[in-house]
């Protein structure tokens, strides 16, 4: 079949790819525990599903504005306000289908064939996979495991070129649930602070779900408020990942453009979605509250049993829901150990290179599932990896 050139540069999200793997093997009658998708497993909270339902009888079921409801840009942008300490007016955020066409707009409309893109790797896929899709140039920011799975200042200036037009920055991090100080954002803010060629995409969907310290953005420097793309949604914060809902908060200029792409793409997003996003944002955030404590309880379930597991090591993240262990004590690839824990153990997770070639040498576990499910992966990983001594 003919297809455009640009589509071989495009990617994809091996999650979905593993998940299909994992239900087909489930589909023959094989139990399988998932931990490879990205999705919490809470229930959207009653009060969002209650609003939304509410607005569909209310008769929020036709277009809306493309950059989004006024009533919920005003909410985002007085919640961003207070979140990240800065100034932000309704006519600075666009809300999105989903997170994902965030990254998509912002990257058409700021880069050119040529242009290079600071991004994270690991990271998530969908980075790499849109800047080749462009025509543009990935430049990888290692995230170490001896530095937390973050960076140093140093690291990051050394790649900076008259060609860098884009920084990607992801904090809390998917796969490795690191995050990046601000002293860190100090000096990156330092190197490339009005830089007007430059433009930050600070993807930050995992803002509120942190177990120790707080979160932190780049677009809290005064200086690098205008220059940066605040990423976000309710997906991960709200469980609300079928609802897709996402945003981005960035200049007047800038969203202007970004509109424009929705108008020409999605048109909008469901209007009932939206209401219920305003009530997630106002209304009580307990469930959430209940929610990240859950995952700190699993994290610390999942993090201890590891570590026990011949040829595992593994780092205790500070936010998201992820862990990325290091599996090099296994004489395994990552997509060897991948694939085995898989057919093997039933137990799905996903490789480290799933998310560039720093990966090399890890696994991502997500977490989003029950304790008792967790123990029982353990157990099976651990009966699995000894079998190949």
Not at 123 to 132: A, L
Not at 359 to 384: C, H, M, Q, T
Request: glycine letters at 8%.
């Amino acid at each position: 079949m003919r297809t455009a050139i640009r589509m071989a540069r495009l990617g994809t999200e091996t999650a979905f790819e593993v998940l299909a793997k994992a239900r087909a093997l489930e589909a023959k009658g094989k139990e399988v525990v998932h931990l490879e998708i990205g999705e919490p497993d809470f229930d959207t909270p009653l009060n969002i599903r209650t609003a939304a339902k509410k607005a569909i009888d209310d008769g929020w079921t036709h277009y809306g504005p493309s950059a989004g409801l006024p009533e919920l840009r005003k909410t985002i942008a007085e919640y961003i306000s207070a979140s990240r300490g800065i100034k932000v007016d309704a006519d600075e955020v666009v809300v999105t289908p989903g997170a994902k066409p965030i990254i998509f707009f912002s990257i058409l409309t700021w880069l050119r064939p040529g242009d290079e893109v600071i991004l994270p790797s690991p990271g998530f896929p969908i980075y790499e996979s849109m800047v080749n899709f462009v025509g543009a140039k990935p430049v990888y920011l290692a995230l170490r495991e001896e530095n937390n799975f973050s960076f140093t200042v140093d690291d990051f200036k050394k790649l900076v070129t008259p060609l860098t037009k884009m920084i990607i920055l992801n904090s809390p991090q998917n796969p490795t649930g690191g995050i990046v100080d601000p002293e860190t954002f100090k000096g990156i803010a330092n190197i490339i602070a009005g830089d007007d060629d430059i433009l930050v995409l600070s993807d930050e969907v995992y803002s509120e779900i942190i177990y120790e310290g707080k979160h932190s953005s780049i677009a809290s420097i005064p200086e690098m408020k205008d220059q940066t793309i605040i990423l976000d949604g309710f997906s991960k914060t709200f469980a609300m990942t079928g609802w897709r809902v996402g945003y981005g908060v960035m200049n007047r200029e800038i969203a202007q453009h970004i509109a424009r792409l929705q108008t020409n793409s999605t048109s909008c997003t469901a209007s009932f979605t939206q209401i219920a996003c305003i009530e997630a944002l106002k209304g009580p955030k307990d469930d959430v509250k209940k929610m990240v404590a859950e995952f700190k309880k699993r994290r610390d379930v999942i993090v201890e049993g590891l570590n026990k597991i011949p040829g595992f090591t593994c780092k205790n993240p500070n936010g998201a829901f992820y862990v990325f262990p290091n599996i090099k004590g296994t004489g395994k690839s990552s997509k060897e150990l991948a694939d085995y824990l898989l057919n093997e153990a039933g137990v799905a997770a996903l490789s480290g290179t799933s998310f560039g070639a720093f990966g090399k040498g890890y696994l991502r576990f997500s977490y989003a599932n029950s304790v008792e499910n967790i123990k029982k992966a353990l157990v099976k990983i651990d009966e699995a990896v000894k079998k190949l001594k």
